[in-house]
DNA sequence: GCGCTTTGTTACAAAATTGAAACAAAGTTT
DNA sequence: AAACTTTGTTTCAATTTTGTAACAAAGCGC
């Protein structure tokens, strides 16, 4: 599954051709520019989902650009500095760069950070999960299921224990926590389990596999937990049923 | 002007009388916890904005409440470590948090992330009015038509899914998302796959092919998606249809 | 109108994805 | 320590998705 699209604005090439390489290799796709006129370019063509912004550029003071891109889109902004200044670094931050990371830096930082932007960028795009907090302690779904979030436990209409494992109940409400989204499995991943993820995983299609036994649920016609192939998985409902 | 409440958990308590005293005078209401029981106490019972976390804590580690919170609150996590260990930065973005500093920092650093972290939050909020490149969770275009971009999926005006595949939805996607632009083959195959694109390649063609016999659109006379005859195909919608 | 190029269609093949089952490994309880 | 529970690994099957190749149809330039 593609990560996003990352413009690497930086005027040395060598740089660019490792940092692409390398973003390339974990599921970006990099456009690159190596001044201020190419990246404005190519910042109006291509929907972005990052900008990695260099502030020496031959035509330009990078830091000019951080509002430009703010008006043009909302990729995230990760400045990317040959000196390690507070003040740069804080106006830039106040400018509006979501980050900034001084160079030299390790690729695997990197990564790390434009994930994590993404992330919250994405998450607040979540319309139907919000916090947990503010949701019931009990939520009803399907033929009379009732999830009970304070005893770690799912109940069917009879009122009695679905016995589910700590896993699947993790899975369960993370899935019902986000009605109608499709969950990729690397976020149920990251969402119940500590640890890495690795994309040949299968765990948890296991898992899914057994909660589906559970609730009776046939991944053929299902009624509750929806396989949405090359993605994920999704919990089916109703707003109301969820809300 | 009251700009959030930040939720401090340190057990360097000199620390947490700095920080909050810096928070406070930049308009932030703080609250300060000393260990992990405490913590999540107080992310139980208040509402936050940010969470500032020390990674050392008296009853556990501070880094496994990152999912905990996660499972909590929408608020930022910025990691605050006594170490700058590359590893440990990255376990930590990838676990969830928003941000890393590495003691001693700058108060006007810290602030300056605070406040960017926030604001990255906000804006994935306030999602689909501000910015033209905002990009919607479900496209209304056509005949009753409606992309569901959580769901990974077309209905139609009965609510009838279309049963597209991953791939032909995300073709869908890129051209919805580029109403009324002609993109090529090569942008297409850029925008929705991983490797790299032959320009004998009659993929994407295939595919176009596919989604139009589901979207019943005829290429003759196409009402949706319409051949530039040597660049490429385009969505063609009204501005209001696609917004 | 003709020739050439580009795009559309179709049938079949190849590749990818996910579900099921069995067994193993790890964790928990007695 | 033994028994039980939970989770992980592996293999295979079924189904779906995507690619290939050949031919047809449409579009364009001369």
Chains 1, 2 share one sequence.
Request: glycine share 6%.
């Amino acid at each position: 599954m593609q990560k996003g699209t990352v413009l690497s604005i930086d005027d040395d090439e060598n740089l660019q051709v490792v940092i692409g390489q390398f973003l390339e290799d974990e599921g970006y796709r990099v456009i690159t520019a190596s001044n201020v006129k190419a990246a404005l370019e190519k910042a109006d063509s291509t929907p972005l989902d990052a900008i990695l912004l260099d502030l020496i550029l031959p035509d330009g003071e990078g830091m000019s650009l951080i509002p430009q891109f703010q008006n043009k889109t909302n990729a995230a902004i990760i400045v990317v500095s040959g000196k390690s200044d507070t003040t740069e670094k804080i106006v830039c931050l106040e400018m509006g760069a979501d980050d900034y990371m001084t160079k030299p830096f390790e690729m695997r930082e990197l990564s790390a950070r434009i994930k994590a932007v993404i992330r919250r960028m994405d998450s607040g795009n979540e319309g139907e999960q919000v916090k947990s907090s503010q949701k019931p302690d009990k939520i009803e779904f399907g033929d009379g299921w009732r999830l009970d979030r304070a005893q770690y436990q799912l109940f069917n209409s009879a009122n009695e224990s679905a016995d589910l494992t700590t896993g699947e109940f993790k899975l369960l409400e993370a899935l019902v926590l986000s009605v109608n989204r499709a969950l990729s499995r690397e976020h149920l991943f990251e969402l119940t389990r500590e640890g890495e993820y690795d994309v040949y995983d299968r765990a948890i299609d296991i898992q899914i596999a057994r909660l589906r036994k559970k609730l009776g649920d046939d991944p053929k016609s299902p009624k509750i937990i929806k396989t949405v192939r090359g993605v994920g998985y999704m919990f089916c409902g109703d707003q109301d049923s969820a809300a």
